[in-house]
């Protein structure tokens, strides 16, 4: 199946690698996992795999999340996410397979995907880091408004509202964040731990999901080679 996993982001500290580098990491929980669904073109229109993590008790979950485990022979879990994946990929997984961090043992470079901090509303310079107005005394008390938004102002023909993608004051965070091709510094098979190289979005115990990096720049695409 695809190397993908769902796990919980621990936290950061620091490790040395083989060099004797001092490596900023972060520690992520992954798995183990199970297959809670099996998806086919025949019966519903597409290949994937969906995978579930974190067991809880029933009364913490629903009627109807209880059954659709039940179905692969599990008790309630928390997450389920779903997975593209190959014919051939669907072929060779099994309904309630448990899968854990063994699945990236050849993997040197990981995508990881998680729900970013919510910083609530932000004025531009929070927000876009805006240089914002003269610091003197003309400018009266407007030293952080994000200035004209000129044309901007109106979408002509359309709307009267400005042009969606303006960068305004509004809500900041609580988005998808994607961070690509980090490295993995370190696994930890025993408790399921995997140390990748750099920050990952969202708080600590926050839910991310871990594949195989789809996008490599040249330099990383020959470390990944090498191995």
Do not use: W
């Not at 099996?38 to 009364?59: C, H, M, P, W």
């Amino acid at each position: 199946m695809p190397a993908t996993l769902i796990g919980r982001k621990i936290g950061m500290t620091r490790l040395y690698d083989a060099a004797g580098k001092n490596v900023p990491v972060t520690i992520i929980e992954l798995g183990p996992c199970h297959v809670s669904q099996v998806k086919t073109t025949e019966t519903d229109g597409y290949n994937a795999v969906q995978l579930s993590f974190d067991e809880i008790k029933a009364r913490n979950s629903t009627r109807q999340l209880i059954g659709h485990d039940g179905k692969a022979g599990l008790t309630p879990r928390r997450s389920h996410r779903e997975v593209r994946a190959t014919p051939e990929e669907v072929a060779a997984v099994k309904l309630g397979q448990e899968v854990k961090l063994d699945i990236f043992d050849a993997i040197k470079f990981v995508d990881v995907i998680g729900q970013s901090k919510g910083k609530g509303f932000a004025g531009v310079m929070k927000r876009y880091h805006f240089g914002g107005l003269c610091a003197s005394h003309g400018t009266e008390r407007k030293h952080r408004s994000g200035g004209s938004i000129a044309s901007h102002a109106t979408n002509r023909g359309y709307s009267g509202r400005p042009k969606k993608g303006k960068k305004m004051h509004g809500h900041m965070g609580d988005e998808r964040v994607t961070m690509r091709s980090l490295a993995i510094v370190a696994r930890d098979k025993e408790r399921n731990l995997l140390m990748v190289k750099g920050a990952v979005p969202g708080a600590n115990q926050g839910l991310v999901i871990i594949r195989e990096a789809v996008r490599l720049y040249k330099g990383k695409a020959e470390l990944a080679k090498a191995s």
